[in-house]
């Protein structure tokens, strides 16, 4: 997932998407530790599908991430999981932001009736992006690539 809201103390990243653009970008270890992660997690049993650098948005607020994999891992009150592959390389506040986006985007709730009628609210995600999913779906936050000590101290 990558950042993207107007702020001038965000650094901005190039746009780089997949394939050989991304690696020129410099995100090739990162897309190989993506993948890796996805076939340890969920190997080829329980997934159906999957999706790299999913872009979530709300226009209305600013908020737009993009969330590493999404995993089509159907439960009985969601369809996917999300996936954000921390290999170290990020500081933790930048880490906890992200963690915040998430958060925000699941609570975001639009309204929903004509004006002044009476109406009530839904929330965005059920019916944007997760139409089958009961609760918003579960985010792992997986930390990788570096001493197991120093795993431990950024957990």
């Given at each position: 997932?990558?950042?993207?809201?107007?702020?001038?103390?965000?650094?901005?990243?190039?746009?780089a998407?997949?394939?050989?653009?991304?690696?020129?970008?410099?995100?090739?270890?990162?897309?190989?530790?993506v993948?890796?992660?996805?076939?340890?997690?969920?190997?080829?049993?329980?997934?159906?599908?999957w999706?790299?650098?999913?872009?979530?948005?709300?226009?209305?607020?600013?908020?737009?991430?993009?969330?590493?994999?999404?995993?089509?891992?159907?439960?009985?009150?969601?369809?996917?999981r999300?996936?954000?592959?921390?290999?170290g390389?990020?500081?933790?506040?930048?880490?906890?932001?992200?963690?915040?986006?998430?958060?925000?985007?699941?609570?975001?709730?639009v309204?929903?009736?004509?004006?002044?009628?009476?109406?009530?609210?839904?929330?965005?995600?059920?019916?944007?992006?997760?139409?089958?999913?009961?609760?918003?779906?579960?985010?792992?936050?997986?930390?990788?690539?570096?001493?197991?000590?120093?795993?431990?101290?950024?957990?």
């Open positions: 997932m990558r950042c993207r809201q107007r702020s001038s103390l965000s650094r901005k990243r190039p746009k998407g997949t394939g050989a653009k991304a690696v020129r970008a410099g995100f090739g270890p990162h897309g190989l530790a993948t890796d992660m996805i076939l340890a997690v969920g190997g080829r049993k329980h997934l159906t599908d999706q790299v650098e999913v872009n979530h948005a709300i226009k209305e607020t600013g908020l737009s991430f993009n969330t590493d994999t999404v995993l089509a891992w159907p439960t009985k009150t969601s369809e996917v999300l996936f954000e592959l921390d290999n390389s990020m500081s933790q506040a930048r880490l906890a932001r992200e963690v915040w986006d998430y958060e925000r985007y699941a609570g975001h709730r309204w929903e009736g004509a004006r002044s009628t009476i109406g009530g609210t839904y929330p965005f995600w059920q019916r944007h992006r997760y139409t089958r999913s009961k609760t918003f779906p579960r985010l792992h936050v997986v930390l990788a690539g570096k001493a197991e000590h120093l795993l431990d101290n950024r957990l």
